[in-house]
């Protein structure tokens, strides 16, 4: 079991205090946005044997056992953060598989750089990912049902908005939001700015459910993926609940201290509130056309108090322990590794005193007793 030392990445939007809050440490004035553990080559945690990364390399069987390199390959096959939002990140979507595997191909047989700016693919994996409130925490998951979105922007009374709320209200939902979606990104960006300055001045009068929207535009100022986020939900998760992102949902996170864990890619494809590149055509390929409430998670308790929080994907399991005083002994040893991380009070496990923000690697079929008061969160695979 070894004890990791993890990369904090300081994004731009990241909060300057939650994670040094959750840490203990007086906050630096910079943006701390992620802190990663794993062993993605971009940042991987180290240990006492070197990187994370470099542990596994020298003997994927012993670290990962032999069911999940046989399923994953010779890599952990996910990414576990914490993620500290002080203000929206970028409006966002990631491909699934096939299309992974796809857009790669292409964009390697037209020869794009790897590291160029208009690059979408990174790789040929997929990136579900499954973000668990810390904080209250709110975010953008998923279009809602058209006519609200009519609703919403009929209710700003800006007259160049009147044709996005025709076409929302006419149409069918799939054809709805791709011609909305499509004409917001597409439309003359001077002429875009200027409807989006008057749609946040309004938002931010009328407040309510449109004050959400007046905030994201303090961000991006004159940004279309302002507009983009009015066709999408609006989620406020509690400490404990958590959503799911799978591929093709357009999501955005706004604020707020969570744990997020990922499968590992880079894939992403954009649709605003970023200076970044914007693929349209792309992004329209990959963006699923579906209308519908965001599903918020809650953990489904079991017999030993592992608190699961259950989805599709195989390449990550989040669950979650909330030890009482007097908790000894659960041993928590799987075939498959583990990263296990305490976000409240004071853990045991091995000869590890976790406190919150501090984890640890669990090698497969390794012995991983835990005890303490405090809440810990299991990351690990399904095979």
């Not at 499968?263 to 349209?280: Q, Y």
């Not at 009070?345 to 501090?358: A, I």
């Not at 008061?373 to 990351?379: C, M």
Request: glycine share 10%; net charge negative.
């Amino acid at each position: 079991m070894d004890r990791l030392d993890n990369t904090i990445r300081p994004y731009a939007w990241g909060s300057t205090t939650a994670i040094p809050h959750l840490l203990g440490v007086e906050p630096s004035g910079e943006p701390q946005a992620e802190m990663w553990m794993g062993a993605h080559p971009g940042a991987p945690s180290r240990t006492g044997r070197g990187t994370l990364a470099e542990v596994i390399d020298a003997d994927p069987e012993r670290e990962l056992g032999a069911k999940t390199v046989a399923r994953f390959g010779p890599h952990l096959p996910f990414l576990l953060k914490l993620l500290a939002a002080g203000g929206p990140l970028s409006l966002q979507v990631h491909p699934d598989l096939d299309q992974a595997g796809q857009g790669y191909a292409d964009e390697e047989r037209r020869g794009v750089p790897l590291d160029a700016p208009h690059r979408n693919y990174k790789d040929t994996n997929h990136k579900p990912e499954l973000v668990c409130a810390l904080t209250e925490f709110d975010g953008l998951c998923g279009f809602r049902e058209p006519s609200r979105s009519a609703d919403l922007l009929d209710a700003l009374g800006v007259d160049s908005l009147r044709p996005y709320v025709d076409l929302l209200r006419a149409r069918p939902t799939d054809a709805a939001l791709r011609e909305v979606l499509t004409a917001i990104l597409t439309s003359d960006p001077e002429e875009m700015a200027g409807t989006v300055a008057a749609a946040a001045a309004a938002c931010a009068r009328l407040g309510g459910d449109h004050a959400p929207y007046a905030g994201i535009a303090r961000h991006y100022p004159g940004d279309p993926g302002v507009l983009a986020a009015m066709l999408l939900n609006h989620v406020r998760l509690q400490p404990g609940e958590a959503l799911f992102l799978g591929a093709g949902i357009p999501h955005a996170y706004l604020s707020g201290l969570s744990v997020e864990i990922m499968a590992n890619s880079d894939n992403v494809l954009r649709c605003g509130l970023t200076p970044k590149h914007v693929d349209v055509p792309e992004l329209l390929r990959v963006v699923r056309f579906e209308a519908g409430d965001p599903g918020i998670l809650r953990p489904e308790a079991a017999a030993d108090g592992e608190e699961l929080y259950d989805t599709p994907a195989d390449e990550f399991r989040l669950s979650r322990y909330v030890l009482s005083e007097g908790t000894t002994g659960r041993d928590l040893a799987l075939d498959t590794p583990q990263i296990l991380l305490c976000t409240a009070g004071s853990v045991r496990t091995g000869e590890h005193e976790l406190t919150p923000g501090q984890s640890v690697f669990v090698p497969a079929d390794e012995k991983a007793e835990v005890s303490g008061n405090g809440t810990l969160f299991r990351a690990t695979v399904v095979v």
